[in-house]
């Protein structure tokens, strides 16, 4: 009792930012050569984390049947245990992927100014991309952390937690790993294990959270040397996975200690709660797709697969084999092909913000100055901190300036001068006549939209027309040039929807007067096929028809082309200056 | 027909509340706790003290803190009660208190009694009676339960 009162007192009122004040360096590189807990590697095996596609009873069987097999490859002290020649084939495997991406890291610099090397559009059956199941993700993700495991002789445990903390970037995790580990570690909110097994004294003592006094085995704790109850432990889990829906990186229990609690302990803990693993190890899978870069989850309504990139994360067109969605890799929207991802990201925010929720959006969110995301401010003062928890950048809300300089004077920010406020009246007569071209390029956007939208309706009408032509004695291959020209016309709306994003934001030169020539030639050609298509086609017109429709389908397509053809060159001979 | 308190719920606090009559935070009174834990939710109201040499010197002030049965892995809900709302720049006219560990910094190894150390301690340290800047517009968009809040904590230094 004494001790824990002193130690509230000592802590208690303190800047949060103080966190590993009870780990020290000793007890960080105290062993170099670990005799790990058997445990270590059991927790994210894609056997029991296959979820939801198998029934409870069926599912905790296999849990149990993995824990019992864990001997297997329980080995850890030999790095290369002999029966790993199915891992070292994988293993190979993925370093083809990271040739790749070492490719990847300069064009990645380069990608984030506004030169960008033209869309990369990749069939399913180009071998550029796989897409993964669940259970795939998981085989990919534990086969990824034991390949580092095995390398860094760490537990499969630890190397998890540590290439969370690098957004799974190996690279970059090995290279920090060997130039200074234990600087890592403790960024990283991970204890180097050590030897030892993890119990406690027999003595008896209390526990921190619910005050029985238990004997010592009943403790289980994480490095940290925080020891809680078994009780305890898996209510606070339990609680922070089922209710908080925290997942990826749970803290010691321990008030002010932020190390991270590992798999092998949550597993040992909630292993048994069917629902509770369920959700811990969809939430371990989830965070591996979302921060790794070469995944994406398929974007697509209801589908639980995965996309894993062979090639450089640039801007990529994939469709998923599941469910036929075509998107953008890069930022996981529909494609969007000529408009970039930050052009359309900006246009959408724009069309956002020009909605009816427009003053509360622009009064209450802010886009955070160092890593962008959406911040909406929701109370408490100026000195507001990003939420993203990778970037928390601390900075002020009127200035968006770094907080640092303001100090104490918090309240007072005087960064916005009089002679802003001079230029923001300036502005004002501007906007006017920028309005107007937003709603130029707004309405066509909108209505190749609208037209979109109404694809299926426009499907069924087609599909009865077949239906007619061929109870007109045409065949059912002589029909299939009607749904050919509407999946042509899908497409040219499409492009040409994105055509408007492209062209508000781009700046006048003579490249884009030629764009601008061939979006009206195919904008012409399109709004007359769609003319063709809603047209009535009966039996006494249809050779006629169908030759009109043919062929403008054909231009369409052609015109649909040069125009993309043409804005891929500019992106590459860098014709393309745009205003953000 | 209300829930009753896990045991084991009930029975930390039992202990916390027998902890503090034994070694109470120096200028808060335990005014009221419990009578039954059958509820669904528990109030304890204490009584803060304005310290000696510090601003809010002889004031007065209501705390009530209110204890779900998810206690202590889910935060208590901790407010000023009227009349007399510290004025204070990280407590609210409503009397919701911005501070980090009755929100995201919540441990369950922190107790009652920590909380109102580190309540006392903010007290303590405040050079300026002053309401939040934002007080106006929260007051008026929050919630009756400080906890609906998503916060952005405050400078802890001031
Ligand atoms: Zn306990
Ligand atoms: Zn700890
Ligand atoms: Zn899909
Ligand atoms: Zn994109
Ligand atoms: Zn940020
Ligand atoms: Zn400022």
Redesign the interface.
Known sequence: ?ETR?LF??SN?????HRSQSHWTRSTVSALRVPVFPTLSSIQIDSGNSSTELRMDSEDDMAYEDEYDNQEDDGDDSNPFPPNQSLNKARADENDHIDVDEDDLDDSQNTADASSLACPRICTPDSGDYDVLSTEQVCQYMNDFVKDISNILQLPATTTRLLLSHFNWDKECLMERFYEDEEKLFKDARVIRPTAGDRQGSSSKSEC?????TLKGSEFKGADCG?R?CS??WR??LT?KIM?ENVTDKIEC?????RILVDDGLVMEMVGTQAAVRRKYQHGITNSFVISHRIMRWCPGVDCLFAIRLRISPDWVCVTCSQCQLVCCFLCGDQWHDPATCLVLKRWKKKCADDSETSNWISANTKECPTCHATI??????????CKNSACKSEFCWICLGPWQPHG?S??KCNRYTEDDAKAARDNQEKSRYALQRYLFYFNRYMNHQQSLRLETKLNNSIRIKMEELQQHNMSWIEVQFLKKAVDVLQQCRQTLMFTYVFAFYLQKNNQQDIFEDNQHDLELATETLSGFLERDITGQNVAEIKTKVQDKAAYCELRRNALVKHVHEGYEKDWWEFSL | MAAPFPVSCARRIQKELTALHAEPVPGVTLKSGPDTLADKSTDINMIIKGAEGTIYNGEEFNLRFRMNERYPFESPEVVFQPPNIPLHPHIYSNGHICLSILGNDWSPALTISAVCLSIVSMLSSCKEKKRPPDDQFYIRTASMNPKATRWMYHDDNV
């Open positions: 009792m009162k509230w007192a208690v009122s303190k800047n949060r921190n959270i619910c005050y029985q925080h809680f009780v305890c209510s606070y609680s209710d229990p321990a008030h002010n200690c909406e401010k929701d109370g408490g003062c100026n000195h507001v901190v104490s918090w309240f």
